[in-house]
């Protein structure tokens, strides 16, 4: 997906930005990275789970279970509405292709 909106965002601007996306795409990986660890402690510690404890109090282990598998699904639910118009079909991506070849062969020609 991330190479078919490069090539949308060449077609539409005249611009190759990879670098940019990609900086974005990897700094928002890092981000959720953080955000799960910082989260985890925070989250054994609203569960009362208790490090190293025999049995764990009574709703420990349903919490985190809640947590652990309730916020990704969330999260994943609040991407596919995100990206609900997105509609850059296999057959566009091939379209956009062939005219940014086009471009680059005019402008090879050009500058001969």
Known sequence: MTAD????????????????????????????????????????????????????????VTGLRLFFSGVPICGTLIAMWVMRNYDLTESKAREIKAELDARKGQEFTINK
């Open 5 to 60: 909106v490069c090539d949308m965002d060449e077609l539409e601007s005249g611009k190759r930005r990879e670098g940019v996306f990609g900086a974005i795409y990897w700094w928002m990986v890092k981000f959720g990275f953080a955000i799960a660890g910082l989260l985890t402690g925070v989250i054994m510690s609203a569960v009362a789970f208790k490090a190293g404890a025999p049995t764990q109090p009574e709703g420990a």
